[in-house]
C-alpha cells in the first residue's frame, strides 16, 4: 500500500447476511460477538428441531432477543427452515408480518442439522412458486450430497444440477447461493443479471484448502462448503472488492465448542463473529480497496433484501497489532475464534 494509503475508516454499520447463534448456553454466549459491531444478521434455522414454521421462528427471535446485551440494538432477521412439507401459506404469513426475511433450503444432509432439508424438489416447488409471487428471498446452501461427487466439487455441481433448473422454473425467485467457495458459483453469479447474490464468508477470503490439510490436519478451519484451490480463495476476493451489488458478507460464523471439532468426526464451522471485521479490513487494503469494504459489508446487502442501509456508523482505525481472545466460553466448553494465521492492525474503534 502507498504510504498515503488511510489509518481510519468511517463506515455505515454492517450486517451479517449469514449467521448461526445455535440456541441456549452458546446462543448466549456467542450473540453479544455479532451484536457488538453488527446491526442486524440473517440467522440461520438449523436448531434441532429446526425453525420450520412462523411459530417456531416468533419463539426463537424472541429467544435471541431475550440473550441480547442490555442496551443492544441489534436486529435478528428471522429464516425459515424448508422442509418437504413447507406450508406455502405460513410462508406467505410469516413475510406478510415480518416474521421471516427468507427462506432457507439445505440439501438435505449437506451440512450441521441439515437432516430435515430437501431431497425431492419438485415437493418444494409450491412454496418456490409462492415465494417468487411474493418477493420473498430463497438463501441456499449450493452443494449436492451426492456421494459420488468429490466434496470439492460440489458446489460447482449444485450450480448445473440443481440452481440452473430452479432458476429456469422460478426465474421471478429472489436467491442468495450462500458462502459461494468457487470461481465458478462467482461466475455464474455474475454472468446472471437479476434475482441472483451471493455472500462470501470471512474465512473463505483468507484460506484455502492447504490451511486445512498441508503440515496436518488444522479442524478449526474445517468448514462446509469446505475450502477449495488458491485461485478460487483469489476469485472470492475480487468478487468482493470489486463493489459488486450481488456480492455481500454473510460470515457463516458457526460456533462450535472445542470438545466437539476436536474428535474422531468433528463438526464443521469457523467462528469468525469478534474478528471479522478486523480480517475484512486487512483483506481489503492488501487488495488496495479498502474504498469498496463499506459497500461488501454495508451497503449491497440491504440493497437486495430492500432494505435501508443503517443510519448508525462504526470506525475502523489502523494502529499497532489487535489481539482477540483465542477462545470464547461456553457452559460447554470453549470455542475457538478465527485465526487468520497473519497480525491485524484494523480494529473497531
Not at 61 to 85: N, Q, V
Not at 286 to 291: D, P, W, Y
Amino acid at each position: 500500500m502507498p504510504d498515503t494509503a488511510p489509518t481510519e475508516l468511517t463506515l455505515r454499520r454492517p450486517d451479517d447476511w449469514h449467521l448461526h447463534l445455535r440456541d441456549g448456553d452458546m446462543l448466549r454466549a456467542v450473540l453479544p460477538e455479532t451484536a457488538r459491531h453488527f446491526a442486524r444478521a440473517i440467522v440461520m434455522p438449523n436448531l434441532v428441531p429446526p425453525v420450520v414454521t412462523s411459530t417456531d421462528a416468533v419463539a426463537y427471535r424472541d429467544r435471541i432477543r431475550a440473550a441480547l446485551p442490555e442496551g443492544s440494538d441489534f436486529t435478528p432477521l428471522m429464516t425459515l427452515y424448508l422442509t418437504e412439507d413447507t406450508d406455502p401459506d405460513d410462508v406467505e404469513r410469516a413475510h406478510a408480518e415480518g416474521i421471516a426475511t427468507a427462506v432457507k433450503l439445505y440439501p438435505a444432509g449437506a451440512t450441521t442439522n441439515s437432516a430435515s432439508g430437501v431431497r425431492d424438489f419438485d415437493r418444494v416447488r409450491r412454496v418456490l412458486d409462492r415465494m417468487a409471487q411474493i418477493g420473498m428471498p430463497l438463501c441456499i446452501h449450493g452443494e449436492v450430497t451426492d456421494a459420488s461427487v468429490d466434496i470439492f466439487d460440489r458446489e460447482a455441481v449444485f450450480i448445473d444440477r440443481m440452481l440452473k433448473p430452479i432458476r429456469k422454473k422460478n426465474p421471478d425467485l429472489r436467491i442468495v447461493l450462500e458462502h459461494v467457495t468457487t470461481e465458478d458459483a462467482v461466475d455464474y453469479v455474475r454472468d446472471t443479471p437479476k434475482n441472483l447474490a451471493a455472500t462470501i464468508t470471512t474465512h473463505h477470503l483468507i484460506i484455502n484448502r492447504n490451511h486445512i490439510l498441508a503440515g496436518g490436519i488444522r479442524p478449526h478451519y474445517y468448514c462446509l462448503p469446505v475450502a477449495k484451490r488458491e485461485k478460487h480463495r483469489v476469485a472470492l476476493v475480487q468478487a468482493a472488492v470489486s463493489g459488486d451489488r450481488r456480492f455481500f458478507l454473510g460470515t457463516d460464523s458457526a460456533p462450535h465448542t472445542d470438545p466437539r471439532k476436536l474428535q474422531e468426526c468433528g463438526c464443521a464451522g469457523v467462528f469468525s463473529a469478534p474478528n471479522t471485521m478486523s480480517c475484512l479490513a486487512e483483506v481489503f487494503e492488501v487488495a488496495g480497496k479498502l474504498n469498496k469494504l463499506e459497500a461488501f459489508t454495508s451497503l449491497n446487502g440491504p440493497a437486495f433484501y430492500g432494505l435501508e442501509p443503517n443510519a448508525q456508523t462504526i470506525r475502523l482505525i489502523k494502529g499497532d497489532p489487535v489481539t482477540y481472545p483465542s477462545h470464547v466460553p461456553t457452559e460447554d466448553g470453549p470455542v475457538t475464534v478465527f485465526d487468520p494465521g497473519f497480525p491485524l492492525h484494523w480494529r473497531v474503534a
